[in-house]
């Protein structure tokens, strides 16, 4: 570059990249992208030690020594910046599930299934407060975030495709799709467009399993999560994982978690 545009630039590398050169985000685009992730990372740190009543825009604006309407800058309202973090909880999830699903083979379709949702039972008693957040708080129901319902769907997906695998392997019965009534078949439809359940094998049949299924181990977890079975039972693991290998369908070897 010639020493005159090089000092109109003031040596700028960003200024300097030619054509067609992806431009790295400027100093402003930076601090507000990390003034995003404080502002959200904080929300975070008081939903888990007080709950969605400890989660305020005045209390976050507090701890970051400015003003709650400064906020405003950021995110339109406590909504707003609550379900940001439902995304990025969805998010975290999604790679905890696939992180654990990863390392195995990709036809141990019965690993897969078992280290998946092993997964998400160890994420939920370890973020109980934002797996309440996620799972146990409602929703709007006419006019869902944008961003929720791309994260969450991206959370569905993981399952999908294991589900969709042991259909392929006929190895779980399915109701023929004229047993299931019509006002269940529109609710069964209604899940499918909100979560983007398109496996190859969908039917309704396969709908109704999942359903029944994904009840069974959330409620579980979630009885768990609130602690509504623990000062009975004590630890319930022997129970989610009898309930994860009667899922599997009869037949299927079990495995227990590894201890390492």
């Known amino acids: 570059m ?42 975070r740190r008081r939903l888990a030690a007080e709950g969605p009543s400890g989660v305020s825009l005045r209390a976050i604006a507090r701890d970051m020594g400015m003003t709650a309407p400064g906020l ?13 973090v439902r995304a990025d909880l969805f998010h975290e999830l999604s790679e905890a599930v696939a992180g654990a699903a990863g390392p195995l083979p990709a036809d141990d379709t019965d ?6 949702l092993r ?39 993981s399952f999908f495709a294991l589900f969709d695998r042991l259909l392929a392997e006929r190895r779980i019965p399915l109701p023929a799709d004229e047993e299931i009534g019509p006002e269940l078949r529109d609710r069964l439809d209604a899940f499918a467009a909100k979560t983007g359940f398109t496996i190859d094998n969908a039917s309704y049949g396969a709908l109704r399993v ?18 509504h079975m623990t000062p009975i039972m004590g630890d319930m693991e022997p129970l989610f994982e009898a309930e994860l290998h ?15």
């Open 2 to 43: 010639p020493a005159e545009a090089s000092a109109r630039t003031g040596g700028d590398p960003e200024a300097q990249a030619g054509p067609g050169a992806a431009a790295a985000p400027g100093r402003r685009e930076r601090v507000r992208e990390a003034t995003l992730r404080e502002i959200k990372d904080i929300a």
């Open 72 to 84: 405003y800058r950021y995110f339109s309202g406590l909504d707003d910046l609550l379900n940001a």
């Open 210 to 227: 999942l359903m029944s299924c994904w009840v069974r181990l959330y409620g579980l977890v979630s009885m768990e999560v609130a602690e």
């Open 119 to 157: 997964a998400f039972r160890t994420w939920a008693l370890a973020h109980r407060a934002e797996f309440s957040l996620l799972f146990a708080t409602p929703a709007p129901q006419e006019h869902p975030d944008a961003r929720v319902l791309a994260a969450g769907q991206e959370f569905a997906a």
């Open 246 to 260: 009667d899922i599997l369908a009869p037949g299927v070897e079990y495995r227990a978690p590894s201890r390492d």
């Open 111 to 116: 690993g897969r299934i078992l280290a998946s």
